[in-house]
């Protein structure tokens, strides 16, 4: 049984078990699939070709019987010599004398050791007898604790491997082997760790990574299956009537990605089925919109609403512009951090008593002394900054709320759903129509001033302009301009005939804010600034973007910064200044000027950089896979992910006798038991 202790595997006794057990090997399988997280692979060269003191591979043929030293307590020495392209070669080996009967004159032998070129020697640290596979020999490398030495643990295995070769069930059922062209469960274990041939090796990985995506996949899938099925949330059930007359009161016509998203929205709030839904959209897709929908349709189903937001300043905007549409239809309050004292109590009895229909806020939703009557739908937006126990703090309020997540990152829809596992995505994939495309140029340093000039002259139409850099602090190492440098020059530039504002990380959040606002008011022309103006602002009146050493930003993050403009009916430009090195970077840079589409760029973004853009350092809680790859195997994530819905939506787990191994795994791994939330 592979599920039986290591120690019943020949070679293994108490103590090397021990040892495996620091490396989390417990069981036969666990060792089985102990891959090799490396493998030293020796092509064999000419004699003229091998470096000094190199480790190499040669193949030659035994010319005499070697001759056996011992010496000290049980260390022996093997001498012989082989011939190698004509030449003789003198090979030693070290403690193994039992290789001396192999090594028969005239016999064909591979060697694999440290090389002194000097005196044409090999120190043997590992034979073969015959040639060498497709020219080459393949180490595998395992990575290893305490006393475990490479050769025990690929010892171990090789004894594993041969006892249960047989004893293998194949998980994966014959069609995907078929049409992938897969190896078997059995033969791929073994080439994993004794790999004949790079080729096969390849395929070997394939299997396994496949493998691992397709059991990831099924066991997200079932979990929302679980979830959806469960009946733990609240049915929301809403006016239609009141909607569509409050979808009419808009100023414009829901787009179709929008109408699409909504209805997936309000089909979720309809059901007893708890929500925890994406939404995905570029900056100005809308969300906005159809979220206030949502919240309508709660309010008519007689719960109440909140929208959580990063920072103060959004929280007000959103404040504002929630209670212009809404008008007299909702009572609205915003929550934040400064409001304090008796204003803070009366709004919090006043949600208490359900007298309130939406609160708007930031953190401050969400600390102790807030209390709903009935929460029953609640909004993140730009969720990434929100940390797990903010939102679960949240949805905790309420008798399990639907919980909107809305974010202007996209993300590859695979990689998305891979990310945020058990939630579902909606994407709105299109642009409200007669918006202006933001012209994105590509320019030099050395052209500053013209820009500065141009910057001036949208400054007399009335319109504005954020100046990006990357870094506060002076840092001779990295070069990078800084906000502050920026800042007296752009004063310096102008000369009071601008105003020019400075905004960065150091500034406490009441001077950013301060600042902020006197941006939205318009009394500063040209805000510099670090990334701190990346979260949702919106001052419809700023046209320009400038970024400073933009080859220091991933795509996504540029587009993020771009999307700061253009928010308005004004033709709107976004100016990269870059000199990037390398062809990434020019790439990057490329593909800016050339493409609007946010999904379109993340997808670019990826394959340049990988996900760490997406979902920030470490909350990323990205899954860990033992040969997979999310970024490198995106494709067969995607593959895997199709073929796991085909599987649940036919129920083939159950129906499909092919499928009785994968239906055992699943089971034995308990997903049933693992935590909902
Ligand atoms: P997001 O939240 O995705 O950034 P918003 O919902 O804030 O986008 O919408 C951006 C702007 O576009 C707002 O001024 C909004 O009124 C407007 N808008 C939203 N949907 C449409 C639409 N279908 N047609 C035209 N304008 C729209
Ligand atoms: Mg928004």
Redesign the pocket.
Known sequence: MLSDPVTVIKGIGEKFAADLETMDIHTVKDLLYYFPYRYDVFDIKPLSELIHEDKVTIEGRVIHEPSLNFYGKKKSRLSFNVEVEGVAVKAVMFNRGFAKKQLNPGATVTLTGKWDAHRLQITVSHYKMGPANEQTAIQPMYSLKGDVTNYKVKKAVKNAVETYQNNMPELLPERYLVSYKLPDRASAVSTMHFPESRVDLKHARRRFIYEEFLLFQLKMQLLRKIKRESTSGNAQHYEPANLREFIDSFS????TA?QKALNQILADMKSPYRMSRLLQ?????????VAEVCLYASITAGKQGALMVPTEILAEQHFQSLSETFGERASIVLLTGSVKGKKRKEILAAVQHHEVNIVVGTHALIQDDVFFDDLGFVIVDEQHRFGVGQRRALREKGLNPDVLF?T?TPIPRTLAITAFGDMDVSV?DEM?SGRKAIETYWAKENTFERILQFIAKRAEEGEQTYVVCPLIEESDKLDIQNAVDLYQQLEAFYSGSLQVGLMHGRLTTDEKDEIMKQFANGDVDVLVSTTVVEV?V?VTNATVMVIYDAERFGLSQLHQLRGRVG?GEKQSYCILIADPKGETGKERMRIMTETNNGFELSEQDLKLRGPGDFFGKKQSGLPEFKVADMIHDYRALETARQDAEQIIEHGLLESDSSFRQLQVYLEDNTILHEKLD
């Open positions: 414009f016509s829901l787009t929008q959209g570029d900056v100005g897709s809308g969300k906005t919109a809305m202007a709105i409200p949702g919106n928010r």
